[in-house]
């Protein structure tokens, strides 16, 4: 099994080769976790061998849990608060300044729902998430596989955002759908 299948977007199996990037992960992570509270520098040095891209100034808080690493990428200036799952079997990426609140899970997996065999099997593909500029997503906040949030949108605590928001609003709610807008910034 290759990458490339993983975040094909068609339907694929697990294997061996996928579940030991994923222990190669799980081993960096559990050294991420383990670093000392004040370590912010070893924190960052291993998360830009781990992620796809670590922008300048991020910050994640441990516990951190992750897939493989390699489809995150975080921007600028983001901040992903304590015990995130960041479930990157399909990519996810975070713009400048992001805010991720405590608990929270993005996840690009996908299982089937009408294809009895395929779910049986264990078959799974993913879609990707990203989250715009300037976002904030309140603690427990899930985001489900696909889904794009738009600039400077915040999504309120508890959350589960299964569709699109677009840029500028406030969202809440399980599904999570624009309440207001917010002010365009200029």
Known sequence: MDVEQLVSGDWYLDSPALRALRDDCASIV???????????????ELLRGLFGSFGEGAEVVPRLRCSYGFNVSIGAGAYVNANAFLMD????TLGDHVRIGPSAVLATALHPIEEHRLRREGAERTAPITIGDNCWLGSTVTVGAGVTIGRNTVVGAGSVVL????????????PAAPIRDLPVES
């Open 89 to 92: 079997d399909g990519p996810i």
């Open 30 to 44: 559990d050294a991420f976790n383990a670093l000392p509270a004040h370590d912010h520098h070893g924190r960052a």
């Open 163 to 174: 569709r699109d928001l677009p840029d500028h609003v406030f969202a809440a709610g399980s």
